[in-house]
């Protein structure tokens, strides 16, 4: 199914954004997961968000907190992180079509989040989806990677084909990259204005949905949570 582009204020994106994030947080409240307070082997350097989230982000923090922030991701602009080539809504289109998907790369031992302090995430309550769908059934301390079932990589990717979508005239890069691209002020009234340039270093622009990406083996079973995402968009 293809979703029409549509335009909406700064004010009702981020209100569709925390529902969606409400939605996608029932889900994951009703499985059984090895992650706790302090568990933070998935909290690297290469998290991804969209521009949407990221204005979510820095227009909440506290301005104290926030200028403490803002140095640690100065301080790890030199880090080595990963820089997404594509994005989800741009993947299902090359599927769609048949196109070739650019590799990725991508490593945890580029180092954790630049934010992270003593394990625990200082923005927890409205950190982006890439950490919210960061869930393991194992410990993952143990194992050295997230044990996440297909049915729940369905899940997440779903929900970051609608995040992307109702973010498509904005962009998607790394958690660092994003956040800095809002300390431009001319960045920042660009974006709350939907005039932004799509050509910022780092980062890559967005697309709407052109096909949800759902294996056949899971188009039943996702179809509540899709007919309340349909609802919301």
């Known amino acids: 199914m ?47 968000l969209t521009t949407l989230e990221g204005y979510k982000i820095i227009s ?26 594509i994005t989800t809504n741009q993947m299902a289109r090359r599927c769609m079509t048949g ?29 982006p989806f890439g950490c919210r769908c960061m869930m393991s059934k194992t410990i993952c301390a143990e194992t050295g990677y997230a044990d996440i079932d297909a049915f729940t990589l369905t899940v997440a990717n779903l929900f970051n084909q609608f995040i992307e979508h109702l973010d498509q005239s904005g962009m998607t890069g790394n958690l660092i990259d ?9 960045n920042l009234v660009a974006y709350q204005s939907d005039k932004m340039d799509t050509a910022a270093e780092g980062l890559i622009p967005n697309s709407p949905i052109p096909v949800l990406m759902i294996p056949p083996e899971h188009r039943r079973r996702v179809e509540p949570l899709l007919k309340a995402l349909k609802e919301l968009l």
């Open 2 to 48: 293809v979703y029409d582009t549509f335009y909406m204020d700064m004010t009702s994106k981020i209100a569709l954004l925390d529902q969606l994030y409400r939605l996608f947080d029932d889900f994951a409240g009703k499985e059984t997961l090895a992650c706790k307070r302090r568990c933070a082997t998935c909290c690297t350097c290469n998290m991804t």
């Open 60 to 85: 909440l923090l506290d301005a104290r907190i926030k200028a403490t922030l803002v140095q640690h991701l100065y301080g790890a602009v030199e880090q080595r992180r990963f820089k997404p080539q």
């Open 99 to 127: 196109q070739e998907i650019p590799e990725e790369v991508i490593d945890p031992t580029w180092g954790s989040c630049p934010f992270l302090s003593q394990k625990e995430c200082p923005i927890y309550p409205i950190r």
């Open 178 to 186: 994003v956040l800095l691209f809002f300390e431009d002020k001319t």
